[in-house]
């Protein structure tokens, strides 16, 4: 269906992502992409390379005027810092780097990636495995978007949990409407009160140089009911949605709906009962325990999935005993620049893989070589859902 590939490492020349699956005649304007990357910056704790980046983006391929063609489209993310700092050093052509780092740092993937490709030098695994990547990942989130927005899906994110501060379970889910002010808030949260806590707990980590860890909500409204598949294992739609969640850098658990709270309740407390509506000829809940997923499949309830990631592993005070690898000595890691937190930015990032399976899952269910009659295809789908059929039809 909707597949994705990135190129490109954190200090090279650049990032790509080619993104093939998009129907014919989908609008796409470079104004929408650079308004994507530039949340992905977004976040009180944030480094100072988010103040210099600028994400100067290239439409390779696949758009022509503004409208996809049905080809791959290819996007291309140039590194500001490329010439001035990082051409010698991030060089493809042969030579040597001025310096070689053998003091991996605990939490990256550093010492594991230097011993399973025989690296002598670390940095052949940190450019790759760096969180810039996910800038390319914004990208074809917004295409993926850009899709969902042509049958009513909006997709949003907030924090819900930064360091030891977490936003009450009680506060009511932000609608679609809401993403404006949740962009405002420094740390994107939508309780003030929350916020200035959550912003207390950052100056307090970065006055000794440490970091913080936190979540997300990820919220889709608008989703059509039967995305997904109960049928097999890699159909089922909130198992695409917990991998794509936990291939972001840092995340090291996923939950769908009351994930595990619901795991504390009897049965008789834990799901969303059925209802129907005669007046208006469907089906309907009161709760959306589940998260809008029931057996692999959408329900048509706002689907919901909380990521949680961990405290970042490189420190503006370098505290991490490591062991340098050519000399075997026990030493403290090196430090490459790093942010205090990056769970705001995290959410956007987590919002583009949520966007990325539902598009994919779209395109699968509804077809079509041309958006117009994906859409078509879609109304069609969305006039005969709400009654289960009888065995006269």
Same mark, same amino acid.
């Given at each position: ?169 009680? %506060? ?89 709270? %619901? ?6 407390? /834990? ?6 509506? /005669? ?25 919901? /999935? ?25 030493? %403290? ?6 942010? %205090? ?50 065995? /006269?039809?």
């Amino acid at each position: 269906m909707l597949r994705f590939l990135t190129a490109g490492e954190s200090h090279g020349k650049g990032l790509v992502v080619v993104v093939e699956g998009l129907p014919a005649g989908l609008a796409i304007t470079e104004a929408e992409i650079q308004g994507e990357l530039a949340r992905r910056r977004l976040g009180y704790g944030r480094g100072p390379r988010m103040r210099f980046e600028a994400d100067a983006i290239t439409l390779l391929s696949g758009i022509r005027h503004g409208r996809t063609l049905g080809s791959p489209i290819a996007v291309e993310i140039l590194n500001s810092e490329w010439e001035k700092k990082w051409e010698d050093e991030m060089s493809p052509h042969p030579g040597s780097p001025s310096k070689v780092l053998t003091q991996p740092r605990p939490g990256h993937a550093d010492l594991t990636g230097m011993l399973k490709y025989g690296f002598e030098d670390a940095r052949d695994v940190l450019e790759r495995a760096s969180a810039r990547e996910t800038a390319a990942r914004v990208v074809a989130g917004s295409l993926a978007k850009a899709l969902l927005s042509q049958i009513g899906v909006e997709v949003l994110s907030h924090v819900t949990q930064l360091g030891s501060v977490e936003l009450d379970r009680d %506060v009511e889910m932000p609608r679609a409407s809401d993403l404006a002010w949740i962009d405002d808030s420094s740390v994107r949260c939508i309780s003030p009160e929350v916020e200035e806590l959550m912003v207390a707990e950052i100056k307090a980590a970065a006055k000794v140089g440490d970091s913080l860890g936190g979540a997300c909500e990820v919220i889709a409204y608008g989703v059509p009911i039967g995305l997904g598949s109960h049928v097999h294992w890699d159909r089922r739609i909130d198992g695409m949605i917990a991998q794509a969640l936990m291939s972001i850098q840092a995340i090291k658990a996923v939950a769908i709906g009351d994930g595990l709270e %619901v795991s504390h309740k009897r049965g008789s407390e /834990a799901h969303d009962a059925i209802y129907w509506n /005669a007046e208006q000829g469907e089906y309907f809940r009161t709760t959306d325990r589940a998260g809008g997923i029931e057996g692999g499949m959408t329900t048509g309830a706002p689907l919901t /999935a909380t990521a949680w990631m961990k405290p970042l592993a490189s420190l503006n005070r370098p505290t991490l005993a490591t062991v340098d690898t050519k000399t075997k000595e026990s030493v %403290v890691s090196f430090k490459e620049r790093t942010d %205090v937190t990056a769970v705001p930015a995290m959410g956007v990032v987590a919002e583009s893989m949520l966007a990325i399976v539902l598009a994919s899952e779209s395109i699968r269910k509804f077809g079509g070589d041309s958006i117009a009659e994906l859409v078509r295809n879609f109304e069609s789908y969305n006039e005969h859902i709400h009654e289960v059929p009888s065995a /006269a039809h």
